[in-house]
């Protein structure tokens, strides 16, 4: 395959192909993949396991994940598992190039990613990533399987299944479920107990306040912070503001959501209320136009907006444009200044975009550790299980996710307790009484 | 002149109060360290200690350390409500003593006094029996909590210098009064002549030093240092660090939650709560309300304090903007009239108004009372709802006075074993170098703040690290401290 138009490299190798910025940049990333591989242990182990076990021996998998070097450890664990892999980008923006040369030079792996892109060469990456025909997917946002069945159904019915590590991809999923239109099985691997807590919880939360940090280097400590959604990532988010000083307000439309914020002791506020007050507003709701043309109008000069959602639709970013007198650009690295009448300024972060990727470095590898040892286990699970599953969104079956925990702990030295016989048997009998 | 040699609630609940007592003593390390330290020195032995300090399971601790130093002691509280019954008759059973024969100290406290009881316990823990050459003798040490004590006695000697108690006016509060029939009373009974002069002025006149456990007893003392009034010298035990910070912050930080849920069982989390007082004692309230899941408001008039707490990430309002919204009040400022009649009737319903701050004006109770056509239920000790004639009620923790101390016990034994520690270091000091304290307000020097602390390491498996040599020479401090200078802050 050749003549990409993006100015990217295209080269046929050993009947895999690769868009990548620059092969040159494969010394680089591979330091930096095996920095990363340092602080995912668990990964490390299951790897181990793979390379033995090798239950994808001769699969092709197609992957659409954000390319950076804590994705990387699990493409290593899917190739040592015997996969043929073809890697596009989850987003485009957030391509590590010299990890996505890495990956294609060092470790063998398809890759068709690369720093930003425009929506185009997005999805035309998509496409590359899928055209082999792949026996399992990898989705990061349904944007893979979205392409598939819409513009490739032809190869829809050879898929034996996927898994799909973001709400928001869940949350399509679901509605491609619903429309009978999704054609194969999918794991929901972003909703277990311990991916919740560990990568929306405390990942998204500590990543997305190192982005906004590292963007506007602005102190928190006695700002009014405000949280749009108050879902997992929201609460990470809530408390880690919280720890740093600032004075949290949460936004919500999920009542029992909200009542959880309250009892925490946060502030819930319509937005429309929270505008005018807050100084860091940050989106992480899965939802478009969160904040809206109104809300700009009334924010205090300086508010800064950021968003740590899956889509850059959260702040509205068209109304934000139609009021801007004026727009800077790149004011600091990631930061757009939006001059409103009145000399009030707004400053975007990431464009709009998931602040911890673009401006930070996403999450810290040990977080990832555990999400993507939930894929590659779910993975392997659905590549020997996938004749009982019928088409639709299927959870990670409990026994992976304490697989996790389980390896996690280990890696950690934490020792913890077993149930003794007696103990189990308490808990199945249901004829002890108070 | 005391009719009785002791007067407590109910003498039988003494093995109780032992029990607890034997509780707290593991509890309080630092003054069982100092038992040991000074078993044989025996520095108090010849100190007459008058001590008004509430009356609790943590005070008997350090009333039978004082003792076991060599001291006599007389007490009463320093509050209506904070006397712990069952500690109290401990205290006058004795160690050694039972229900039956009782061989403790001299204790005149009891939940539930009257203002008149209250002065008139005061005034007997200020009055020792007749030595057997005629006349009352006093102490000649005083350990006071609000400055009750050095208040009665510097009073007693203004009024007999002037020649009488002056009629207190109509808008005096009804306390003041008390004090005033009490001095008139006490002026009529042991007047001054020319060969002797009256009770309170040959009192005072034996008085060696006051060891003040409060910020606003500390306060009064300033006050009265700076008129030029004050009789005798002053430690602050309130500013040793091991005493504010460890009581004010972790202490209130404790005891506000207890004494909240105890009185209300209401829940914490997601209630809007205002502090109004950021200070050391409003710094732990805001933290524990907040670890309890309420969201605090701050009110504040010092912009420093204000700051730090929208710093620490709290809503810094005025209560006039907050009045309305909020479901627990607590007031934390030392200062009077926090929050008013007005106030409260703006609140909502069922509103929760509670004081942490050592005087009961911060709220106005008697603004409350004259309210037109308010009636007060009293759902039941200490929890009062005052009910406004628009139907809205706001329930009322202790009158306003020590919520955390009324509705709950107070500091825990640990916290305590630090403050009192503190006062016991003082009174050796005070009452044995007394010479190095001339008549003014000071406080512990570092090194003895150092040891407090150090006293109280072991209990919490706490492994210190030593300076080296070079180390100490490196940031010009000796191995052994003290590591601080006076102005740093902790």
Known sequence: MAGIGDGGVTVGQKGRDRAIADPGLAE????????????????????????????????????????????????????????????????????????????????????????????????????????????????????????????????????????????????????????RELGFPMIAANDTPVKRMSDNRYGTGQSVLDGILRATNTLLAGRTVVVAGYGYCGKGLAERARGLGAQVIVTEINPAAALDAVMQGFRVLPMARAAPIGDVFITATGNRDVIAGEHFAVMRSGAILANAGHFDVEVDIGALQGQAVTVNRAVRPDTDEYVLPGQRRLLLLAEGRLVNLVAAEGHPPAVMDLSFATQALATAWLAGHHDGLAPGVHDVPAEIDAEVARLALASLDVEIDALTPAQQDYLESWRYGS | MPAEPFKVADISLADFGRREIRLAEHEMPGLMALRNEFATAQPLAGARITGSLHMTVQTAVLIETLTALGAQVRWASCNIFSTQDHAAAAVAAGRGGTADAPAGIPVFAWKGETLQEYWWCTEQALTWPDAGDGGSRGPNMILDDGGDATLLVHKGVEYEKAGGVPAPSDDDPDEWKVVCDLLTRSLASQPGNASQPGKWTRLAAAVRGVTEETTTGVHRLYEMYRAGTLLFPAINVNDSVTKSKFDNKYGCRHSLVDGINRATDVLIGGKVVVVCGYGDVGKGCAQSLRGQ?????????????????????????????????????????????????????????????????HFDNEIDMAGVARTPRIRRINIKPQVDEWVFPDGHSVLVLSEGRLLNLGNATGHPSFVMSNSFANQVIAQIELFGKTDDYPLGVHTLPKHLDEKVARLHLDALGVRLTQLTKDQADYIGVPVDGPYKSDHYRY
Request: proline share 2%; charged share 20%.
């Open chain 1, 28 to 179: 680089q990333g591979a330091r930096r993949i095996e920095w990363a591989d340092h602080a995912m242990p668990v990964l490390r182990r299951i790897r181990t396991q793979f390379a033995t076990e090798r239950p994808l021996a001769g699969l092709t998998i197609s992957a659409c994940l954000h390319v950076t070097a804590e994705t990387a450890a699990l493409v290593r664990v899917l190739l040592a598992g015997g996969a043929h892999v073809f890697l596009a980008a989850s987003n485009p923006l957030s391509t590590q190039d010299e990890v996505a040369a890495a990956l294609a030079v060092r470790y063998g792996a398809a890759v068709f990613a690369r720093a930003d892109v425009d929506r185009a060469t997005y999805y035309r990456n998509i496409h590359q990533a899928i055209e082999a025909g792949p026996d399992l997917v990898l989705d990061d946002g349904c944007d893979l399987v979205n392409t598939l069945h819409g513009e490739r159904a032809d190869l829809v019915s050879r898929v034996r299944g996927g898994c799909e590590s973001t709400t928001t991809g869940v949350f399509r999923l679901r509605g491609m479920a619903a429309a």
């Open chain 2, 293 to 357: 899941g309420a969201r605090v408001v701050v009110t504040e008039i010092d912009p420093i304090c204000a700051l730090q707490a929208a710093m620490d990430g709290y809503q810094v309002a005025t209560l006039e903007d907050v009045v309305g919204v909020a479901d627990i009040f607590v007031t934390a400022t030392g200062n009077r009239d926090i929050i008013t009649a007005d106030h409260m009737a703006a609140m909502k319903h069922q509103a929760i108004v509670g004081n942490i701050g």
